[in-house]
């Protein structure tokens, strides 16, 4: 029906954009977008807005293609709080006076006291397996770029060693790994340690809930791209139990590459969080391809051969992914059919004479074809490669999109809530059909510099947030989380926040009010996987709409306990929906 | 179809309600329908019947509001078998027998039992945690009974730390918890450590199916009421692994009392066990208010913010709530909004900045708002604000009620089964839409005094029963637990029964034979919300309808090892259907 | 549609087979059938083809009952590869070196090996437990036969005696169990355990997929027949946490034996492997019955009470089931009402009075009903009675049967892939209703003998795979299982293979390239169940239908790094779709 009505516009819409041939930057045409959304403040304000939109692209554009910082997520410092080996001591000597064998427990925490010092002074700092980590990893990729013929696959070994070191070194400090625990476990009873364990699984943790780089690990990576994994959230905290089986992932690309074809055991929702690409989907009898630009969504079902190119010559593709895996939950592997030693394929794994009978091709020939592929899962591919891999039509055009086309732009969409402050685009399975199995909905919180999005939560999805650009921070109100196991029993609410930059991912569980505010220098883009989105509802807590408005007079009193009219007075005051003006920008309040 | 039929008879059968305006007592009004299904016996038996209720009624009430019990739970007594030290002594040093470091084992022992026997012998008698937090428990109340000024929080707070006392007191004695367990430990070697714990998880314990006042825990109480919960089943055993994302819990409300607004991170289904109330619930957009009454059911939806008042100014409001919680399987919380110190409000949670934008007010007006409230969840209310919540529509007369209205009554239903020993009434998702996605199906049995419900069992539900009045016994058939593990490869079954008062929750698996009896002197009440109801039969195996006639005479034949006639004699015996004269009743047999 | 144009030829069919009177050998006409398949090759040709097939048929059923094998699983040669207690002494000291208490550790791997050593030497061997049990096991079924008063229930107490015997053992000797760990836990460190433990159960053992006899346990067992299970598949490995809630079990029945009625709190999938029989099942009013014979599928809902027997008089019953419990994950349970001593009947779990009031029958009465059976589940039955219990209709003559009939005969679908090296018969919830809310689809593959099936995967089901007959051997590309936590960051794949016999079940994930080759002698016909059925795809790797055939020009270049020309014509050089020619029958080839 309304597709019907909309057709003639949404025609007029699609012809205008393919004229423009993509040749805007995807975030320069949002931007203006949302300049336009200021038009009650006269024709000036939008042309300042305007100007603004474009420096800033030009200067994302200096700062992208001019080497600095080169990776989706930006750079990270170091907070973790380190405690020196005596105050470890210290803590740990404290532990043993529960200990039935207490002298045998101080003796072992003055043993690890003594190996730990030694390492400490000896390294001048405590060996932290993270930074080691790091500086492995570096030392591995300088030592590929320098030497020409140690690409691809030594790189990736060198890592491999880098990561099994750092194992090794979590191990000897268990403590150490999410940088507050304690090293020492000199009490005799393990029960403790199981305890201590059971407790840290159990989220008693300081915040479960959000996840940097550091949390990442590299699932492959090649001089021309790498794909970026957040473990398991159980792996972090069993609070996360409700999402065990989704999965989330970061993959950039430099430009004019290649993905290697490869199927996965599970589905997989994708947002082009930058650049422009294209797809192939190998269906049993047919090839499915389109290209994708920023904004799009896609899905790839667990099972399907796909490929990918990012077919820009300047701009990075940057894909966000959540995965559902079909076997085991929370785990999922890339199953390399063409391919060769790096990538190697998974044909290789058959013994030589079920490839002959199953090829009906002698084995020398079949060594040769499985033997040539060695540059690893991102490849650089030619210009001509990559043009003929990109006469793809486009995939959703809004309203055409969706169904028949294998994307969904969001950024085509009507915000559901806009205005000077921010604007909300959002999706769901009645939408974008592919979203319909998985139960989940996407939408896109463009939060204007300084400004604010509305205290609210979901009734029932839980959010997993990626910043996909921007800084700012979030806050949300969590039921103290030691006493989570209990349940409705808390006697009240912590804060949980952190800082946001692009790559962060937070998770938001439902009926937790949620806040986050952009930095005064750039807008804060949110992309937010709902997972669990049938018959979902979103409750805002401040502004126009508001669930305490809501509240017969008698309960505002007694709830409150003061007089229902100064109850309303408050919350009226705030005349905005859904965005807000920020913290720091309050000038002048109504109520002054 | 049926519906219409009945439409006229509905009709009148609710204008009579309404007329009576709900004066008379529900169970007298139940009571005396269950007279009329003894219209067999003749006018005189009718008579004496009603006259039985309404005694039983005028005696009812005045217990309720003599003082006497003043809670949903009935009290109990402690049926723990303790053994003493040196019993745990020889058991302990009999499990050295196995170990390979037998000495050190068996002064480890020797150990314990010097610490217990000093506990033991110091206080005369061991420190039971149950105990010792039920005394503790009680003295917080006396205190804050006593005490005017110190009420709400600080009686709060002090429970909190008997529950912490007790915590602490069972990680001294772990074997002690269940009260069945062995306090020494002294083999050497960790996996029998483990495996015990394992075996406790396995549920090896006596009975993880039956659960009394003091399993559940106290979320939280004011003078005016309490909410009682069940802890996750998980905790208690692995066998019920099936229901560990339900939970259960109790509300108890003083007459004419108000609890302040909130929502849960769970959907919940609510019984209403006794009382009279009013239920508002916010949407997005709108409020939605409905009176409730006993025998009502109805659901607050994950993330709706709801409020309730007991509307009564004699009875208490009891609910029996099942909750499906919606982000960690098994757990849930409540967030309070509206509220202020206690209980506190989630907007607190955030920063001052954050909360002076998204509200668009001075702090000083801010913390006014959150600091007022500080008499806890639930409230004393005036008349005149209980007589303003409660001008609502009544929600829920069959057959108008279920979809439109927000309530479902029980007892106005037709029971599926009737006769002079009990009634079935039951509820599903075709009748009540809102359980359809919960999966859920209600029934109550209310079973004749000294009368007994026949064997029988659902082919796929699970059943948690809630006893919401009367007192009686259950048995159930189970497979030995001790097998469980291996599946089908059981030799036999034991008895599980218990005793059965107000306020025990009994877990019934599918396929389980179970049989419940009603005490001598009153009508026993189980309400049963019946766990993954899609497809789910109810099979009795004993009486009219019963599995076992269905059988072939040669498949009696090979089955009993004995002439099909002669099996068919027995199980032909008993002419009633799914409630039978109870086994305390029976006068004369027909054989004999 | 289809059914309609096939309604006659169906009939005609459908008459032809009961004509037949079903005299003739299943396996016989099933392998004529395919013999048709290979007109292309000329009369002469078919009939050599038929006349194997009735070689091969009279060769099996003097095989089977000649008395030989005469258990559905095959004999197992036992392959465990057992170090020397020195050996394992060398490996434990190794393992101290990073122990702390580097001492301590080393004296405990000397202590162990001393015991081990002695019992080592003194019994010749080392104490296999496996091995011991199979020898105890046997011992009991030898006093069984021989002491004809020692029937049933004494036979299946001295085997549970065994079992217990080898748990004992193997708690002793932890690192025998899956016949590669290290007995010698000598380190000090419990975390190094623990680890281990999780290693255990995250599938780093060598094979997770494969289960054989000796993986089994016997569920019941008496002198006609048994039941034989398979224990949670998580119990083996994490990586099959997927599929914990499906279970496995082979029902094997003598001829013309009854099998006792009974419900199980599972819903259960049946296939027919072998034989004849009849089944009936309960339903509150009525009972279904129907006949059943080789390929039929069929399904018995949790909590129907169902009994079966077999009606032939040489032939076994085999049945092999996939089983969905509905109470705890991955457990099940039997129920036997009608019964006495063995099996137990679950009445006599009640007390007395409750039984006397439930079947209004005297004490004395009942306790003669309940105690006459002592049999035994499997029994067996006259004659006359087997002749009475197989008067039902015929279930499941396609393409009537499905919704109204119980049965489902895989053999008489036309399969949907057929040539001269096998035949897939395939049946999923659109064919046959009862499959739909399992999820569940059924596939038999019949495989030529020395032919292959083609490598394949499925993308999103799990197949259960179980050896209905014949043999052969597997291969599966699985991504390294020591990387598994790790998701999408492997370097390679590793070859999982196992041969395969009749009994043999495997487990193929989601997603895992696998083929299968039958042996040169038989035919192999590999019974799958396919878990997670719905929107499920198979996509072929080599053939005429193949995945890679559908990659662009550009990207077969890129992806294998070489010309795409190349790559064709070695992905083209096999015409056959789905079954191949098999290693050892290469004759020559195209290629050559």
């Not at 045998?104 to 993270?130: A, F, L, M």
């Not at 800082?499 to 991912?505: A, Q, S, Y």
Request: glycine content about 8%.
């Amino acid at each position: 029906m309304r597709c019907f009505c909309l057709l003639f516009f949404a025609l007029l819409l699609a012809s205008a954009t393919i004229a423009l041939g993509y040749k805007e930057d995807p975030e320069l045409k949002q931007c203006k977008h949302q300049c336009e959304a200021q038009k009650q403040f006269g024709e000036e304000k939008i042309r300042t807005c305007v100007q603004k939109c474009e420096d800033y692209v030009r200067e994302k554009q200096r700062r992208e293609h001019g080497g600095g910082s080169t990776t989706f997520f930006e750079e990270e410092d170091d907070d973790l709080n380190r405690r020196s080996p005596i105050e470890r001591l210290r803590e740990c000597t404290k532990g043993c006076d529960r200990s039935k064998q207490k002298e045998r427990c101080q003796s072992r925490c003055q043993e690890t006291y003594e190996k730990e010092k030694e390492r400490y002074e000896g390294g001048g700092n405590p060996v932290d397996p993270e930074q080691e980590y790091q500086e492995c990893r570096q030392e591995c990729r300088r030592q590929s770029r320098e030497g020409g013929s140690r690409r691809g696959t030594s790189q990736e070994r060198c890592e491999e060693r880098c990561q099994e070191q750092r194992r090794e070194r979590e191990r000897e400090q268990p403590g150490r790994r999410e940088g507050g625990g304690n090293m020492y476990e000199g009490r005799e009873r393990e029960e403790e340690e199981e305890e201590r364990q059971q407790q840290k699984k159990q989220g008693r943790e300081n915040n479960p809930y959000v996840f940097e780089e550091r949390h990442f690990f590299t699932g492959m990576e090649t001089q021309h791209g790498r794909l970026r994994i957040l473990p398991k959230f159980t792996d972090r905290s069993k609070l996360l139990k409700g999402i065990e089986n989704y999965r989330v992932a970061i993959l950039e690309a430099e430009p004019q590459t290649f993905i290697v074809p490869n199927h996965w055991d599970a589905d997989t929702l994708i947002f082009v969080a930058n650049g422009r690409g294209a797809v192939s989907l190998m269906r049993q009898e047919r090839r499915e391809s389109f290209n994708i630009k920023q904004g799009d969504i896609f899905r790839i079902n667990a099972g399907t051969t796909a490929y990918l190119i990012n077919r820009d010559s300047n701009q990075k593709l940057v894909l966000a992914k959540l995965l559902q895996p079909v076997n085991t939950p929370g785990q999922f592997e890339a199953f390399f059919g063409a391919g060769g030693e790096n990538p190697e394929s998974f044909y290789t794994a058959f013994s030589n004479e079920i490839l002959e009978a199953a090829f009906n091709t002698r084995r020398d020939r079949l060594q040769r074809l499985f033997g040539q592929q060695k540059q690893g899962v991102i490849i650089k591919a030619s210009e001509e490669q990559v043009r003929a891999m990109s006469h793809h039509e486009e995939g959703g055009i809004w309203p055409f999109g969706g169904e028949s086309k294998g994307t969904f732009n969001l950024y085509d969409q009507r915000p559901s809530h806009s205005n000077e402050y921010g604007q909300l685009f959002e999706v769901d399975s009645s939408q974008f059909r592919q979203l319909r199995d998985l139960d989940i909905a996407v939408s896109l919180a463009n939060i204007t510099q300084g400004a604010m999005i509305a205290p609210s939560y979901n009734s029932k999805s839980t959010k997993i947030t990626v910043v996909v650009d921007g800084e700012g921070y979030f806050e949300m109100a969590c039921p103290h989380i030691s006493q989570q196991q209990q349940g409705a029993g808390q006697r009240g609410y912590e804060k949980v926040s952190s800082r946001l930059k692009r790559g962060t991912v937070v998770v938001v569980p439902a009926g937790h009010p949620f806040v986050a505010v952009a930095s005064n220098n750039q807008n804060l883009q949110l992309l937010c996987f709902e997972v669990n989105a049938y018959n979902n509802e979103k409750f805002t807590l401040a502004g126009r709409r508001n669930v305490m408005n809501q509240l017969e007079r008698e309960a505002k009193e007694l709830a409150f306990g003061m007089p229902a009219r100064e109850v309303d007075e408050i919350f009226r005051n705030q005349k905005e929906e859904f965005f807000f003006k920020g913290p720091r920008q309050q000038g002048g309040r109504s109520d002054e």
